[in-house]
Nanobody, 128 residues
């Protein structure tokens, strides 16, 4: 089992930075077997893929809209995945969710239904 808890959201001005964290409180040593993803849901829009990191940690993937600005990373010793967000834009405003999928890879990394476990979400608001 996996229990994900996000933190680090908040209000920031355009051009600023935030770092989101997502800690797994339940899987223990099996956390390293889970690919991790970040998704977001802007106001009035559908959920969209933001970034993913393979369960091995060797590969990262980004949506075109955040490439070069956001960085996903993981610390398996702390059972935590991070999303460093730089050069934030008002269009990055959304509820951000982390998700875990047991050894998923390839196209499933980009699809919400590829992940079995989700956090509760954290609000990120970027003011212009």
């Amino acid at each position: 089992q996996v229990q994900l808890v996000e933190s680090g959201g908040g209000l920031v001005q355009a051009g600023g930075s935030l770092r989101l964290s997502c800690a797994d409180h339940a899987s223990g040593r099996t956390f390293s077997n889970y690919a991790m993803g970040w998704f977001r849901q802007p106001p009035g829009k559908e959920r969209e893929f933001v970034a993913a990191i393979s369960w091995s940690g060797g590969n990262t993937y980004y949506a075109d809209s955040v490439k070069g600005r956001f960085t996903i990373s993981r610390d398996n010793a702390k059972n935590t995945v991070y999303l460093q967000m730089n050069s934030l834009k008002p269009e990055d405003t959304a509820v951000y969710y982390c998700a875990a999928g047991f050894r998923i890879r390839d196209v499933r990394l980009f699809q919400g239904d590829g992940y079995a476990y989700w956090g509760q979400g954290t609000q990120v608001t970027v003011s212009s």
